[in-house]
């Protein structure tokens, strides 16, 4: 289990990283406008929206129930602006370079978005997109 952990773990930290040198993330989508999800295996009530850090990776998942959905990029502002932010308001979590048996860390859209920033803060010639919210309130912070 250890190493289905560390595995796990570094998934997510290469999802950061390519996610944030290719300035995108790579989701499922079917042709209604739907994206790939399924219910969190660690929190009731939660559903978990998968991303992958590359097109072939997203690609590799286009099979079973997800057969008719197709890789489709999401930019680094538009994660950062508006997919994080409104997933935290929803409860929903998300699934970073999950493997081809779906296993991989659920996690909450503030923390994915604080490692964004994160690494955006060691590397500035990068630079974080101007003109996005990056403050995401967690529901303890909501009055």
């Given at each position: 289990?250890?190493?289905?952990?560390?595995?796990?773990?570094?998934?997510?930290?290469?999802?950061?990283?390519?996610?944030?040198?290719?300035?995108?993330?790579?989701?499922?989508?079917?042709?209604?406008?739907?994206?790939?999800?399924?219910?969190?295996?660690?929190?009731?009530?939660?559903?978990?929206?998968?991303?992958?850090?590359?097109?072939?990776?997203?690609?590799?998942?286009?099979?079973?129930?997800?057969?008719?959905?197709?890789?489709?990029?999401?930019?680094?502002?538009?994660?950062?602006?508006?997919?994080?932010?409104?997933?935290?308001?929803?409860?929903?979590?998300?699934?970073?370079?999950?493997?081809?048996?779906?296993?991989?860390?659920?996690?909450?859209?503030?923390?994915?978005?604080?490692?964004?920033?994160?690494?955006?803060?060691h590397h500035?010639?990068?630079?974080?997109?101007?003109?996005?919210?990056?403050?995401?309130?967690?529901?303890?912070?909501?009055?």
């Open positions: 289990m250890l190493q289905d952990v560390a595995t796990c773990q570094a998934n997510y930290d290469r999802f950061i990283e390519q996610v944030t040198r290719s300035r995108e993330a790579w989701g499922l989508r079917n042709p209604e406008g739907g994206w790939a999800q399924c219910p969190s295996s660690e929190f009731e009530d939660a559903d978990v929206i998968v991303f992958w850090s590359e097109k072939a990776y997203a690609g590799r998942h286009a099979v079973n129930e997800w057969n008719e959905y197709f890789p489709t990029p999401i930019s680094l502002m538009e994660l950062m602006g508006t997919w994080l932010q409104g997933m935290q308001q929803d409860g929903s979590l998300v699934g970073p370079n999950w493997d081809a048996n779906l296993c991989g860390l659920e996690v909450e859209p503030a923390q994915l978005a604080q490692r964004l920033l994160d690494v955006e803060s500035p010639a990068r630079g974080m997109p101007k003109g996005i919210d990056t403050t995401i309130e967690k529901e303890d912070d909501l009055p």
